[in-house]
């Protein structure tokens, strides 16, 4: 059985094998997720949320450690979480597009009083 891995806000999906980390499959599809470990579960900087109902292989001994109690907020490390079906998962901005996208909601909001 082949899996499929949405990569959120952007939309991208991909086809995966089975056992494929988040972190390979967005890779392939071009999805940045920021890591400087190179994978190794190291600098916890690939931190994604995995949407309720997504089907994942059960989570390592070593990822529940690096995680701390944060596996329950659905919060996985794209660099050790590996799909075992369909997933759907959210990828954080950057700080930069997240402070833009911010800025641009409240000036929204403000220019939405004016009138």
Do not use: Y
């Not at 700080?95 to 996208?101: I, K, M, N, S, T």
């Amino acid at each position: 059985m082949n899996g499929e891995i949405t990569f959120w806000p952007s939309g991208r999906s991909i086809k995966v094998k089975p056992g494929t980390t988040l972190l390979d499959a967005a890779r392939r599809a071009n999805v940045p997720i920021k890591t400087r470990c190179g994978g190794k579960a190291a600098c916890f900087m690939c931190k994604v949320t995995v949407r309720p109902g997504s089907e994942l292989q059960p989570i390592s001994d070593n990822e529940r450690r690096k995680l701390a109690g944060m596996d329950g907020s659905h919060i996985r490390l794209a660099c050790q979480a590996r799909a075992a079906g369909k997933v759907d998962v959210e990828v954080p901005l950057d700080p930069l597009r997240a402070a833009v996208a911010r800025q641009l909601a409240r000036q929204a909001e403000e220019d939405g009083n004016l009138w």
